[in-house]
Every structure is written in structure tokens, then in C-alpha cells.
């Protein structure tokens, strides 16, 4: 099968990275596999060099023109058997490509509870009958899209995302080599965080934590890049924690940075899945994260589980996750891993977008 991914961009993000990983693993089962990013920006890419990825050059409305030009190209070269567009901006630019010139198979998928403001809401709810198939990452996205009228019920699916289980894997060789890089002490604690610096990940909030925990000292790991770099910086040596914090950029071994922490926090205001989380919980490393989109759902009993923008119940649970015993913390990092395995791996999520595909015949 032909299956060519179109997404908004390929920055490091949940979405782009759970795009990766499918397609690699699409491209492993013997399918012919391409990518279009709609902007020239890349920070993450498949595996396989043999997966072309494919750029648009998009940069505002007067580019528009001549990135449907070079999308047509590309259809025409690749002859996919299904598009699968991914994020508002994909999505909206392939139901409309669809709608003018025409597409075999159509699949969209959304990645959050909150993907804009009425604006948006109103293109999706326009176009929501462009395409062959409509999915999004959690139940309580799809029940939000729904009651935002952004499509209507039985418009759209849940399909989970996928984690590769073999890549993200308990590992205590990288205590060592994380902790020597980042000259982090061997009895302090080592909490990480990954994602966009965006106001959606609220890494604010985190750094007021982190800055009121007493109990144990604590080194943090922001992972990851973007707008908010300089005013977290700043705010880091406003509460004078700045030599426990550390920004890495964009970083390709996180599966080792996740087996090295004692602990993931997951600070954001909103999410659709959650795939960090999942990605901790595969690589053995205990919790806390906020309770937005699709997180309950991967977390379940698991972990720690906080409301959104509380930060006293935020500091009492990372707390608590950092205060366990060891005998505790084994049990919890143990059904965390098995809960990924059994519903959240990249096997399980490779076949169902097999299904769905096949089925839009």
C-alpha cells in the first residue's frame, strides 16, 4: 500500500514524532511510505532514510498557491493509496486539496481536546464531510470535538497512539551516563520534563514547583525547544533555582534520559493523548502528570494524576512520587510498563491504521 503522511510541520512534538514512528513502522511491514510537512522546519524524522520526506515551503497565505502545486506533484508521483493528514493545518489543506482535485482515500486525524479558537472550529465543521475517515488520540478529545461542534458524533473515532515498546524500555545503564553529563549527584533526584516550550506544556507552573520543593534536592531536565526558551531562563533565576535547572534543547536519546530520571512530570494545560507519558511509562520511570485529554486514559492507576494549574496539588504529588519506597515504585513502574505494552504499543496502533485504511475502500 501507498500511504502518504501530510502534517502542519515536523517540529518536535507528539504528533509529529507518533507520525514518524508509524510511518516507520509502516515502511518496515513492506508499504511504500512518504511524508509532506506543510512548513520547511524539521526536527524529527523517520528512521528509515528510504521514507522521503517532503517539504511544501508554506510561510502564510501568498505561498499557498504554489504549495498546492507541489503538493499535486507529489500525489501525482507517489500515487498514494490513502493521505493521512495530520494536525488543523494538514488537515484543512487536504479535505479542501480532496474536495477540488480529488484523493483515493482521505483519513484525518487531531491531536488534541483543544485545537483552537471558533475560527477553527468552524473549518472543521465545514469540511467535516471531505474526508473518508476522522479520528483523534483519546476519548475525551473525540467527546470534545463533538461538543464543540466541530463534527458531529459518529463523524469521528478514537484511535490511540502507538509507542514503540522495543525503543522506549527500562535501562538503569543510563543512570549513570545521563547523571555524569549533567554532573547531577548520585543522591539527588532527577526529575524530567519533555515538551514544546509553549504555554500549553505550562513549564511555569513546573518551575514554581520544583522551586517550593524542600523535601529533596532536585535536578529538573526540560526537554525540548521553542518561543518560551528565554522567559523560562529568566524565570528559573527569578526563583534562584537556576543551577538545578537545566534546559537541553531538542535531544535524540530521550528514551535514555527517561530510564536515567527518578521521576516524569507532565505540567501541560491541555493535551490529546499524552504520548510523553506513555513513553516514560514504556521506559520504567514513575509519573505525575495533569489530568487533560487523553492522560487519565494512558496513565490509569499507574501513576499520579493532578488537576491542571493547581500547583499545590502538582508539588504534593511529585512529592509523594519522589518520597515512596522502592518496593512501591517497582510495582507502579512495573504496571505502567505492561499497561503501554498491552494498549498503547506501535504493533496494536500499526494495525488498527491498517484497518481503517483498508477499510475506507
Same mark, same amino acid.
Given at each position: 500500500m501507498n500511504i502518504l503522511f501530510v502534517i502542519s510541520g515536523l517540529k518536535m512534538g507528539g504528533a509529529e514524532v507518533q507520525v514518524c514512528a508509524l510511518a516507520s513502522e509502516l515502511h518496515?511491514?513492506?508499504?511504500?511510505?512518504?511524508? +509532506?510537512s506543510m512548513i520547511d522546519e524539521i526536527e524529527v524524522r523517520p528512521e528509515s532514510n528510504d521514507i522521503q520526506v517532503i517539504t511544501?515551503?508554506? #510561510?502564510? @497565505?501568498a505561498s499557498i498557491f504554489n504549495g498546492v502545486i507541489r503538493f499535486r506533484k507529489v500525489v501525482k508521483d507517489f500515487n498514494p493509496d490513502v493521505v493521512h493528514g495530520h494536525l488543523f493545518h494538514a488537515i484543512i489543506f487536504s479535505r479542501l486539496y480532496k474536495k477540488v482535485f !480529488?484523493?483515493?482515500?482521505? +483519513?484525518? =486525524? *487531531?491531536?488534541? =481536546?483543544?485545537?483552537?479558537?471558533?475560527?477553527?472550529? *468552524?473549518?472543521?465543521?465545514v469540511t467535516d464531510s471531505f474526508n473518508d475517515y476522522f479520528t483523534n488520540v483519546s476519548q475525551e478529545a473525540v467527546d470534545s470535538f463533538i461538543s464543540n461542534r466541530a463534527t458531529k458524533p459518529g463523524r469521528i473515532k478514537l484511535v490511540y497512539n502507538g509507542i514503540d515498546i522495543k525503543k522506549f524500555r527500562p535501562d538503569i545503564t543510563f543512570r549513570h551516563t545521563v547523571r555524569s553529563e549533567f554532573n547531577i549527584p548520585d543522591k539527588a533526584k532527577l526529575v524530567l520534563a519533555v515538551g514544546r516550550l509553549h504555554v500549553q506544556k505550562n513549564f511555569t507552573l513546573l518551575l514554581d514547583v520544583i522551586s517550593s520543593i524542600k523535601e529533596h534536592q532536585i535536578f529538573l531536565l526540560i526537554v525540548g525547544a521553542?518561543?518560551?526558551?528565554?522567559?523560562?531562563?529568566? #524565570? *528559573?533565576?527569578?526563583?534562584d533555582i537556576e543551577k538545578n535547572v537545566i534546559f537541553t534543547g531538542v535531544r535524540s536519546?530521550? $528514551?535514555?534520559l527517561m530510564s536515567a530520571s527518578d521521576l516524569f +512530570?507532565?505540567?501541560?494545560?491541555?493535551e490529546g493523548f499524552g504520548l510523553v507519558v506513555a513513553e516514560a511509562m514504556a521506559s520504567g520511570t514513575l *509519573? @505525575?502528570?495533569?489530568?487533560?485529554?487523553? @492522560?487519565?486514559?494512558?496513565?490509569?492507576?499507574?501513576?499520579?494524576?493532578?488537576? $491542571?494549574?493547581?500547583?499545590? !496539588?502538582l508539588r504534593d504529588a511529585i512529592v509523594q512520587a519522589l518520597s515512596i519506597s522502592e518496593s512501591e515504585r517497582t510495582h507502579l513502574v512495573n504496571m505502567g510498563r505492561k499497561r503501554v505494552c498491552n494498549l498503547f504499543s506501535i504493533d496494536k496502533a500499526v494495525e488498527t491504521w491498517l484497518s481503517i485504511y483498508n477499510e475506507c475502500e
Open positions: 518496515k511491514q513492506g508499504n511504500k511510505v512518504a511524508i +509532506v511544501l515551503g508554506l #510561510k502564510g @497565505v !480529488s484523493l483515493r482515500r482521505l +483519513v484525518c =486525524t *487531531a491531536h488534541n =481536546t483543544y485545537d483552537g479558537g471558533f475560527s477553527r472550529v *468552524a473549518l472543521y465543521r521553542g518561543p518560551l526558551l528565554a522567559q523560562l531562563r529568566e #524565570k *528559573a533565576i527569578e526563583l536519546d530521550v $528514551p535514555h +512530570v507532565l505540567s501541560s494545560s491541555w *509519573a @505525575v502528570a495533569t489530568d487533560c485529554g487523553g @492522560v487519565k486514559e494512558v496513565l490509569g492507576d499507574c501513576g499520579y494524576l493532578v488537576p $491542571p494549574a493547581d500547583s499545590c !496539588s
